[in-house]
């Protein structure tokens, strides 16, 4: 009998051991990768946009168009009117899209992609132009962008220099009127230039509020967003 049990431990030994499994738990399940950043197609940057379809003599309908980017299961375009400074935000299944806009009307424009599953966005460079309007012999300048120092940055205090992108569709600008202040909005004109840059000088730990205001031939005016920064 001893024999025997000595012989039901060593057949049942090697069963315990492939019954036992594994201790590891199941595998986590693959990160959703997030979206790639569409490149934007039509309207084109910096262009009169003539297309679309005639809604009124004061309204139209431009279809947006983008290319499909990878990872991406949805997009929202942000629309800016940059004559009003009011935003949209309207969502897209596909990478084209209907959009109702002013005719005469000055506008910028980015799109948003977006995957389910993971909460990270990739936005499309900014694109701007001109919807036709009837009539326009002359469009205003777009208004100033892309500032230096960036709005939120901090910069050393001392002398500094302020600078600005321009554009127009005429390619007439004359000059640029530059607003600094400590308040908000900035109500102190401190030059008048023709170049996209100036030099000025700032106190140490103070917050600046500063502007642009575009000019051209026709004496067509464009202000800029308010731009913010800090001085150490």
């Given at each position: 009998m001893k024999g025997?049990?000595?012989?039901?431990?060593?057949l049942i030994f090697p069963l315990l051991l492939a019954c036992g499994g594994s201790d590891?738990?199941?595998?986590?399940?693959?990160?959703?990768?997030?979206?790639?950043?569409?490149?934007?197609?039509f309207p084109e940057?910096?262009?009169?946009?003539?297309?679309?379809?005639?809604?009124?003599?004061?309204?139209?309908?431009?279809?947006?168009?983008?290319?499909?980017?990878?990872?991406?299961?949805s997009y929202t375009v942000n629309l800016r009117n940059l004559n009003t400074d009011d935003g949209r935000q309207i969502n897209a299944n596909t990478n084209e899209l209907a959009i109702r806009l002013n005719r005469g009307?000055?506008?910028?424009?980015?799109?948003?992609?977006?995957?389910?599953?993971?909460?990270?966005?990739?936005?499309?460079?900014i694109w701007r132009f001109y919807?036709?309007?009837?009539?326009?012999?002359?469009?205003?300048?777009?208004?100033a962008?892309?500032?230096?120092?960036?709005?939120?940055?901090?910069?050393?205090?001392g002398s500094l220099?302020?600078?600005?992108?321009?554009?127009?569709?005429?390619?007439?600008?004359?000059?640029y009127e530059v607003y600094l202040d400590v308040t908000n909005p900035p109500g102190t004109l401190v030059g008048t230039v023709t170049q996209t840059s100036?030099?000025?000088?700032?106190?140490?730990?103070?917050?600046?509020?500063?502007?642009?205001?575009?000019i051209d031939s026709e004496n067509n005016r464009s202000n800029s967003q308010i731009f913010q920064f800090r001085s150490n």
């Open positions: 025997a049990k000595y012989l039901f431990l060593i590891d738990g199941p595998s986590d399940p693959e990160p959703t990768p997030a979206p790639s950043a569409t490149t934007l197609v940057n910096n262009s009169e946009c003539t297309e679309g379809t005639l809604l009124s003599d004061s309204e139209s309908e431009v279809i947006f168009r983008w290319n499909i980017a990878q990872n991406t299961d009307t000055a506008y910028s424009w980015s799109v948003v992609s977006k995957a389910n599953g993971t909460s990270e966005t990739a936005e499309s460079a919807n036709a309007g009837p009539g326009i012999e002359n469009y205003s300048p777009f208004p962008d892309d500032p230096s120092p960036k709005s939120g940055a901090t910069v050393n205090s220099t302020l600078g600005w992108a321009g554009s127009d569709l005429d390619n007439d600008i004359v000059s100036f030099e000025t000088t700032i106190t140490a730990d103070t917050v600046y509020y500063w502007s642009v205001i575009t």
